[in-house]
């Protein structure tokens, strides 16, 4: 009797690499490797190879395709909320049709972003939800109010979140280099040393909201711009969420300046705290002409923030009232 054995071709092994150099390769991998070794769990035929900011997957094309999706799915659900951990990764991988690929509900109890390591970005009181209406309405918004009442913090997650949304390409952060009480000219470094602690609110507020390897990219590649209020003369800002932060220190041809720099599809909010004047005696604060010319134009609203606003330390509420009270002595007297 004739055996006849049937000859198996060999299944071609491929290559398929994964880069994390936008992300942070700890926050992926997991401490001591815990996530990218739960992930080769859900792929027993492949060998999956993890070495700085690559992750080389060697197998056949079947498995190398659902490898990649559910990676890069993985990777998409870092970007929107900010985090990774077991539950997100057995409810990726273990789904044969898939995760939902379908966008997270930003408005869900009012979340505006999903920050770096699960923060909840959202606004906390009255007149910050009241901005970010006037925002969704409005093209230009002020939002003046005192110290610690998260204007800077709202405008922000708002530019974030359009950013996210695909609203916009780009995002525009600028504030005035007024001198608050302290000489510019004796801080040491260059131009941009010297104005980068002016600007350094608005770097905190993205560190919140951005994986820092994804915002260094972005202030790498331009998508995110933080400037001096003087580097936007001349320009027209196109698809851009613009925001001018510590505007009562903007005189009133620097705010018009900066409010005409307005293109195509672009959504403006400036910020200010008209008690914090920290101009020269004879220039007066260009947000106060602003609230007096433009307050009737339709698309552009003006939003008032107080002290029942204040998410900061209890006692800046105290402080400000404080302050407050004193200034009303000193005006009736």
């Known amino acids: 009797m004739l055996i006849r054995f049937k000859t198996v071709e060999p299944q071609t092994m491929n290559e398929r690499s994964i880069n994390l150099a936008s992300y942070s390769p700890l926050e992926i991998l997991g401490v001591n490797d815990k996530n990218i070794n739960l992930i080769k769990s859900y792929f027993p035929k492949l060998k999956i190879i993890s070495r700085g900011e690559v992750i080389k997957a060697i197998g056949n094309d079947e498995e190398l395709d659902d490898f990649e999706q559910k990676m890069n799915l993985l990777l998409l659900n870092y970007e ?3 985090k990774i951990d077991e539950l997100e990764i057995d409810q990726i991988f273990s789904e044969d049709e898939g995760y939902s690929r379908s966008e997270p509900d ?11 390591g699960g923060l909840l970005v959202k606004p906390l ?4 939800k009241r901005m970010v209406e006037s ?8 939002a003046i109010g005192p110290a610690g009442t998260g204007k800077t913090y709202t405008a922000v997650a708002l530019a974030v979140r359009a950013l996210k949304r695909k609203e916009v390409k780009r995002i525009i952060l600028t504030r005035p ?3 608050a009480g302290e000489n510019l000219g004796f801080l040491p470094g260059d131009l941009r040393d010297k104005l980068d602690p002016y600007l350094q609110p608005l770097y905190d507020a993205l560190r919140d909201m951005i994986p820092m390897q994804k915002l260094l990219k972005y202030l790498e590649d331009g998508t995110i711009e933080i400037a001096p209020l003087a580097f936007m003369r001349g320009r027209t800002l ?4 613009a925001i001018l932060d510590e505007a009562q220190n903007a005189t009133e041809m620097q705010l018009k300046m900066f409010t005409t720099r307005m293109g195509r599809s672009s959504r403006f909010i400036v910020t200010g705290d008209i008690t914090q004047i920290d101009l020269p005696r004879n220039q007066a604060s260009g947000l106060f002409q602003a609230e007096r010319i433009l307050k009737e134009i339709d698309g552009i609203d003006f939003i008032y923030l107080d002290d029942r606003d204040v998410v900061r330390h209890k006692l800046v509420t105290k402080i400000i009232q404080a302050y407050n009270k004193q200034n009303t002595k000193k005006t009736n007297e």
């Open 238 to 241: 196109d698809h851009a969420f």
């Open 135 to 142: 925002s969704e309405k409005n093209d230009l918004v002020f």
């Open 125 to 128: 009181t009255p007149n910050q």
């Open 106 to 116: 930003y408005t869900a109890n009012g979340i505006l972003v999903h920050g770096r």
């Open 177 to 179: 280099a007024v001198e």
């Open 80 to 82: 929107k909320f900010g």
